[in-house]
């Protein structure tokens, strides 16, 4: 099944950072597609499952590895150095382009003390942490018996020391007190409501979860004796979890912003059955058509995610004469002049998109594969 690791795996892991790219980079001047934008509190959307997919993929990726092998300490620094690499990559991100401009026209550095700690890259690392651990020391019951344990003790947490009447709310649940205590509200999330962090420290934990559940689908596929068992598992599991998530929903709602445990369940449930149609496309059924695309952004996910978010922060720290930031410019006055509302906000993300895979078909010829 190592063939696997090579198809069915790097095409999740591109369709997601593909999708992902767009969901984050839609063109200004019109409103997206519902269904590209996250909820805004409870709910559920594509745009909602792009980022647990990403966590989901790391732990698939995990199973393919051969870290047991390694002796302990060459382990423990191998994981270290990883998590401390990706975590700084993040932190940097949301620093740069390390100025900005005054209204004078002039520039200067972004004060250090203003710089938001956590993010996407930053919760990619803390979970990836967590669960290369967690694989390496636990029989799979252990592993099973820690993601029940982070996503009930989340739920109870949330419920039993939250405000009354609303332990849910977006800065008063617990987990929106604990990064205002620990992160402090200057290094915090400036695109919603002061005081709250979508990618929190205390919400970090029942993510944890989707890296482990990718680690444990991954280990599935590895002893399964052929793609059709692999698939029946994937789909058997698929239909569970989703099924749970639903039924679960019902008490403890479907949220990504602070990654609820109904969530977690919902998400990894349709990333197991988008995995095994998947395996049943590249392996059972031979097919080809688009994998290539997609291979190409499952080679390299992390840099090109990074050099996604880089180029579209560096084209919006430049305005035109009119005060307009240069990749709103293009998305209102090109793509909406084209094709106006949301299918040209969507035509703008797409060819952003594609830009950034042409990076990953540069870094494929020259058989660069980074590994971050």
């Not at 029946?232 to 569970?240: W, Y």
């Not at 995995?275 to 097919?287: C, N, P, S, V």
């Not at 090109?334 to 594609?354: N, R, W």
Request: proline fraction near 4%.
């Amino acid at each position: 099944m190592d063939r696997l690791r090579f198809t069915a795996l790097d095409v999740f892991r591109g369709l997601t950072v593909c999708v992902m790219i767009v969901v984050n980079t839609s063109g200004a001047g019109a409103e997206p597609y519902y269904q590209l934008q996250h909820a805004q509190w409870f709910g559920f959307t594509l745009a909602d499952l792009v980022f647990p997919s990403f966590l989901f993929a790391v732990g698939n990726s995990m199973a393919f590895a051969s870290r047991r092998t390694l002796p302990n300490d060459q382990f423990l620094l191998k994981v270290a150095k990883r998590t401390a690499l990706i975590f700084l990559l993040g932190y940097l991100m949301y620093w740069f382009p390390f100025v900005h401009q005054l209204p004078d026209g002039s520039w200067a550095f972004n004060d250090v003390g203003q710089t938001r700690i956590m993010g996407v890259l930053q919760r990619i690392a803390l979970c990836y942490g967590a669960a290369a651990l967690a694989a390496r020391y636990l029989p799979v019951k252990g592993i099973i018996a820690l993601c029940a344990a982070l996503l009930f003790g989340y739920w109870v947490a949330l419920m039993a020391f939250g405000p009354a009447g609303e332990p849910l709310s977006m800065v008063g649940n617990i987990g929106a007190q604990i990064d205002r205590a620990v992160l402090g509200l200057d290094h915090m999330y400036r695109g919603g409501a002061k005081g709250y962090e979508p990618e929190g420290l205390f919400s970090t934990l029942p993510a944890i979860v989707n890296v482990l559940a990718g680690y444990l689908a991954g280990l599935a596929i590895v002893k399964a004796s052929d793609h059709r068992t692999a698939v029946s598992k994937m789909l058997v599991a698929g239909v569970a979890l989703v099924a749970a998530g639903l039924i679960w929903s019902l008490f403890f709602p479907l949220s990504k912003r602070i990654w609820t445990s109904s969530f977690v369940l919902l998400t990894i449930g349709i990333d197991c059955l988008i995995l095994a149609a998947l395996i049943t496309y590249t392996e059972i059924q031979k097919l080809n058509f688009g994998v290539k695309f997609f291979e190409i952004f499952g080679k390299n996910p992390l840099v090109i995610y990074l050099f996604s978010e880089l180029l579209v922060i560096s084209l919006q720290t430049f305005t035109t004469p009119a005060g307009t930031k240069l990749y709103d410019w293009v998305g209102i006055h090109l793509f909406q002049a084209i094709l106006p509302g949301a299918i040209g906000s969507l035509i703008c993300a797409i060819v952003y998109m594609l830009v950034c895979w042409l990076l990953g078909w540069w870094m494929d010829r020259k058989n660069i594969i980074i590994k971050l």
